[in-house]
């Protein structure tokens, strides 16, 4: 009991001394679709990100998509890296074939590392949504990794 006390201390001072090493940064995010990202903290651990998606899915059709979330920062007691989750909604449209309007409900969670030094910052998540309007339904394919620049 005493062991597990210890570790319960020092998991929740790291957790407390944990603070993102940088502001704002912009990148390039690569998964099931291509896109620019955007992440301002405005907090030490909360922090919102913007993400514009081009989605080509066949040959006469594709999906452009403006994404909004919300996200929780937790230090993992290591320099640099965080595990992240949060909230957030999505719109766009699809272009082609099938054309219209698409919305839908976010959550993102994910882990992100900053290196020491540099301006880099690599993070690799899951986008799960329930998109609501158009092709209805839960769309759990969203895994990305993206590849930011601290500003």
Not at 125 to 151: C, E, H, S
Request: proline share 3%; glycine share 12%.
């Amino acid at each position: 009991m005493k062991r597990l006390l210890i570790l319960f201390t020092l998991l929740t001072i790291g957790s407390t001394l944990f603070s993102q090493e940088y502001k704002s940064a912009v990148g390039l995010r690569l998964g099931s679709s291509l896109g620019v990202s955007y992440k301002k903290f405005i907090e030490p651990k909360k922090a919102i990100e913007g993400i514009l998606d081009l989605d080509i899915l066949y040959r006469n059709e594709m999906k452009i998509e403006v994404t909004g979330l919300y996200l929780f920062h937790f230090g993992l007691n290591v320099d640099g890296l965080s595990a992240f989750a949060g909230p957030g909604a999505s719109a766009g449209i699809y272009v082609g074939d099938s054309s219209g309007f698409i919305m839908s409900l976010d959550g993102m969670a994910g882990f992100e590392y900053k290196f020491h030094n540099s301006p880099i910052v690599l993070s690799f998540d899951w986008n799960p949504r329930i998109q609501m309007i158009k092709n209805a339904g839960l769309k759990g394919d969203g895994f990305a990794l993206t590849i930011r620049y601290v500003l």
